[in-house]
């Protein structure tokens, strides 16, 4: 199986701040790797696929990077309604779409 | 406008079943290979069971195997998890997710379910 590891598991930003969380892959997945934004009580939403491609109506401040066992998300510029928590996944492998644990970014 | 709504959770004791139902709408359902995703309160999202638009081809997580079995009828809409010999580890909401592809492994969950909390508990 492959294992997808988020860091850092949670961080404090203000808004305005640019800020970076990354996701390392236990193997090569090439660019299939996409990102999630959930807040608390409702479903994921899809910011990111196939590493860096921005999902439509996503704002321009979020960014992804990366291929075959690391990848970033950047958001350039945070706003109020960032603060959430981020998940990556990836669908290199359809035996499993792993999930990374999740990076939880609180207001400072 | 895609609509996917989960169905059929609820409280049940270890070791019974349960079935948990999504309804599609605002799409062309038996074009869609779907998914089961849930998340134990508190904790992240773990990827459950997989299905192809034609059903022909199934996955399943490990945690799950053997127990659970994912199905779709194309004619109704409609998805399903038949969940047998529940554990108190699977309690959590369960979402279905539908799939969309970029090509080549390229896959991501374009569209979730609101979800439905599945409570395993004596």
């Known amino acids: 199986d492959i294992q997808m590891t988020q860091s850092p598991s949670s961080l404090s930003a203000s808004v305005g701040d640019r800020v970076t969380i990354t996701c390392r892959a236990s193997?090569?997945?090439?660019?299939?790797l996409n990102w999630y934004q959930q807040k608390p009580g409702k479903a994921p939403k899809l910011l990111i696929y196939?590493?860096?491609s921005l999902q439509s109506g996503v704002p321009s401040r979020f960014s992804g990077s990366g291929s075959g066992t690391d990848f970033t998300l950047t958001i350039s510029s945070l706003q109020p309604e960032d603060f959430a928590t981020y998940y990556c996944?990836?669908?290199?492998?359809?035996?499993?779409?792993?999930f990374g644990q999740g990076t939880k970014l609180e207001i400072k | 406008e895609v609509q996917l709504v989960e169905s059929g959770g609820g409280l049940v004791q270890p070791g019974g079943s349960l079935r948990l139902s999504c309804a599609a709408s605002?799409?062309?359902?038996?074009?869609?290979?779907m998914n089961w995703v849930r998340q134990a309160p508190g904790k992240g999202l773990e990827w459950v069971s997989y299905?192809?638009?034609?059903?022909?081809?199934?996955y399943y997580a490990d945690s799950v195997k053997g127990r659970f079995t994912i199905s779709r009828d194309n004619a109704k809409n409609s998805l399903y998890l038949q969940m047998n010999s529940l554990r108190a580890e699977d309690t959590a909401v369960y979402y279905c997710?539908?799939?969309?592809?970029?090509?080549?492994?390229?896959?991501?969950?374009?569209?979730w379910g609101q979800g439905t909390l599945v409570t395993v508990s004596s």
């Open positions: 605002g799409f062309t359902f038996s074009s869609y290979e």
């Open positions: 196939a590493a860096s």
């Open positions: 299905i192809s638009s034609s059903g022909s081809t199934i």
């Open positions: 997710a539908r799939a969309a592809y970029c090509g080549g492994d390229c896959s991501f969950f374009q569209h």
């Open positions: 193997q090569s997945i090439s660019s299939y």
């Open positions: 996944q990836q669908s290199y492998s359809t035996l499993g779409y792993t």
